[in-house]
């Protein structure tokens, strides 16, 4: 093990507190298929070292993309014919046996591997973070609580003149938002569905009451829930979808990360079946790529009214996450 404090190794028999700092390690890579070292080596690589606030939805996907392709199919093979092989030189009806393993073996281990490619075990990497966050609260965690309290520090409500108010679906994609500063960088108030924070969230009403003619656009997953936002609002609201929206979504030939609804604890998948993931509903989180890039984006969708995020879906990839996991 690694300690990710002090950079010292030591064995896992030698406890589960550092010997030479007493930082206390929550994970074994055995059991979690992760280290402590490793998630704060990507929590570092999201947070673009400590610069940006992001979702969990954002670090458990960047856990995933750190697992994703790691199956071993040349490994496999490999496994597969050396045990026909070692049938073939060693047993009585030895090619019979080597013919069967290896007719069965290969096209069984390919499978897996492909399955393996597909998989998103988001609610496993979402359950680490819980446990990690338990143990050592991650200080540029967004999770949608920042502002819950009457006395919380508001995101200078309206002290400023937005040019647009900004819904979004969740409470933790305003926190992300706001301590990332887009809401003062883009001139945008940003509030979500749910009406949070109570503060803003007054405040707009108010301006929209004084202003009518501002813009509200709105940011949501690709989800039933998600397209409902523009209904939600009325057929008379002023602003733009920026999604991502059905329409978007349609024109997205490339694999999404699907991740099953919140209340549910099925697994998630990377899939091109986008209509067949949302009759069965499945979602892609708009924050499926990190707090950087989407900023970026977001400030760019702001001005020229859509949102290039599924364009940029394959920039940002299934994996490319290189973790040293110490």
């Known amino acids: 093990m690694r300690c990710p404090d002090c950079n010292h190794h030591q064995?896992?028999?030698?406890?589960?507190?550092?010997?030479?700092?007493?930082?206390?390690?929550?994970?074994r890579k055995k059991?979690?298929?992760?280290?402590d070292y490793g998630l704060r080596q990507i929590i570092k690589r999201l947070s673009d070292n400590g610069q940006y606030a992001f979702t969990a939805t954002q670090l458990a996907l960047d856990i995933c993309r750190s697992w994703?392709?790691?199956?071993?199919?040349?490994?496999?093979?490999?496994?597969?014919?050396?045990?026909?092989?070692?049938?073939?030189?060693?047993?009585?009806?030895?090619?019979?046996?080597?013919?069967?393993?290896l007719m069965i073996g290969i096209p069984l281990t390919i499978w897996i591997n492909q399955r393996q490619k597909t998989a998103l075990p988001f609610h496993k990497a979402s359950a680490l973070i819980r446990r990690y966050h338990q143990a050592h609260p991650i200080t540029a965690l967004a999770d949608g609580a920042a502002f819950q309290q009457q006395n919380a520090s508001e995101p200078e409500a309206l002290s400023y003149a937005p040019e647009r108010i900004l819904v979004v679906e969740r409470d933790d994609l305003v926190?992300?938002?706001?301590?990332n500063r887009f809401h003062l960088t883009s001139k945008t108030a940003v509030i979500?569905?749910?009406?949070?924070?109570?503060?803003?969230?007054?405040?707009?009403?108010?301006?929209m009451r004084d202003h009518p003619n501002t813009p509200v656009h709105l940011l949501h997953d690709a989800s039933l829930s998600g397209f409902g936002m523009a209904a939600q609002l009325g057929?008379?609201?002023?602003?733009?979808?920026?999604?991502i929206n059905r329409q978007t979504l349609d024109s997205c030939s490339g694999k999404l990360?699907?991740?099953?609804?919140?209340?549910?604890?099925?697994?998630?998948?990377?899939?091109?079946?986008?209509?067949?993931?949302?009759?069965?509903?499945?979602r892609v989180p708009v924050d499926f790529v990190g707090p950087k890039p989407l900023l970026g984006l977001l400030s760019a969708a702001v001005i020229a009214g859509a949102l290039a995020l599924i364009a940029a879906a394959d920039a940002w990839g299934e994996s490319g996450v290189e973790i040293d996991y110490g």
């Open 11 to 27: 064995k896992y028999r030698e406890g589960t507190r550092c010997t030479k700092c007493g930082y206390q390690f929550v994970f």
């Open 31 to 35: 059991d979690d298929n992760i280290t």
């Open 68 to 101: 994703h392709g790691k199956g071993g199919l040349i490994g496999g093979i490999i496994f597969t014919i050396t045990i026909s092989l070692i049938l073939f030189f060693f047993f009585e009806l030895h090619w019979i046996a080597s013919i069967i393993v």
């Open 175 to 179: 926190d992300m938002l706001v301590r």
């Open 192 to 207: 979500s569905r749910n009406g949070y924070p109570a503060a803003m969230f007054a405040a707009c009403q108010k301006f």
């Open 235 to 243: 057929a008379d609201w002023r602003g733009v979808d920026l999604g």
């Open 257 to 282: 990360p699907w991740l099953p609804a919140a209340d549910q604890t099925k697994a998630g998948m990377w899939s091109i079946q986008h209509t067949q993931m949302l009759g069965r509903n499945y």
